[in-house]
């Protein structure tokens, strides 16, 4: 089945840790996008990038570093700068401009103890 | 800067009733606009979309309104049920920008009483 798998479902992180949060895509999307979700602030995006080896800041992109090196993978990883990491992570994937749907992920909480 | 306010923040409706939620936007340059449902634990899901050319779209109980005029749309749900209780997200996007991001409000989350 075609889809965005995200993976570990829960992940949990010791301050100063770095960790790195999987997103893969198989349905031949260009785009792909990283959000942070927390409660009352909506989706707000992070990193996205339109094809491979090019990637934009979103909104909230410091203490936080992607790669695209393949068209299927776009992974993120959370800094030890990142000040207030917990949160539920969510990648998506889309066409681009072209077709605007957007797909998601079942999303990456991620708990800092 | 918010590019997409949403409202209520939250909601909660009677099985059977309307649910409305509203949003409103600045950037005329936006042409393409969709509502998402999330629940909870779950990645947001593409529930209807509408482009600025139709003042009105229409899926089963699920209507998107909009106002070119008023930069403002809105998801009407209608015989709403226990199973609408979700987060609901509107968003927009600029087809014509090289950028392709779709900005997103800060979503309502509804609660069907049964």
């Known amino acids: 089945d075609g889809g965005i798998t995200q993976s570990p479902k829960y992940l949990f992180r010791k301050e100063g840790q770095n960790v790195t949060l999987s997103c893969e895509q198989n349905?031949?999307?260009?785009?792909m996008y990283w959000y942070r979700q927390d409660p009352g602030q909506g989706l707000r995006l992070i990193y996205y990038s339109q094809i491979v080896n090019d990637f934009q800041k979103g909104d909230i992109a410091e203490g936080y570093s992607v790669s695209r090196e393949k068209k299927e993978s776009f992974p993120l990883t959370v800094t030890s700068a990142q000040k207030n990491p917990t949160a539920f992570y969510l990648c998506?994937?889309?066409?681009?401009?072209?077709?605007?749907?957007?797909?998601f992920g079942q999303g990456t909480r991620l708990t800092v103890v | 800067q918010q590019q997409v306010k949403q409202s209520p923040q939250s909601l909660i409706v009677q099985k059977g009733g309307i649910s409305i939620i509203n949003c409103a936007y600045e950037?005329?340059?936006?042409?393409?606009f969709p509502w998402y449902q999330q629940f909870p634990g779950k990645g947001p899901a593409l529930l209807i979309a509408?482009?600025?050319?139709?003042s009105e779209k229409k899926e089963g109980r699920f209507t998107i309104s909009f106002n070119k005029s008023a930069k403002q749309f809105s998801l009407h749900i209608m015989d709403s049920q226990p199973g609408d209780s979700a987060t609901y997200f509107c968003a927009a996007l600029d087809r014509g920008s090289t950028l392709g991001r779709l900005y997103f409000g800060r979503g309502t989350q509804l609660t069907v009483w049964p």
């Open positions: 509408i482009r600025p050319d139709v």
């Open positions: 998506a994937s889309s066409w681009g401009t072209v077709n605007t749907e957007a797909f």
């Open positions: 950037n005329t340059a936006f042409d393409y």
């Open positions: 349905l031949n999307h260009d785009a």
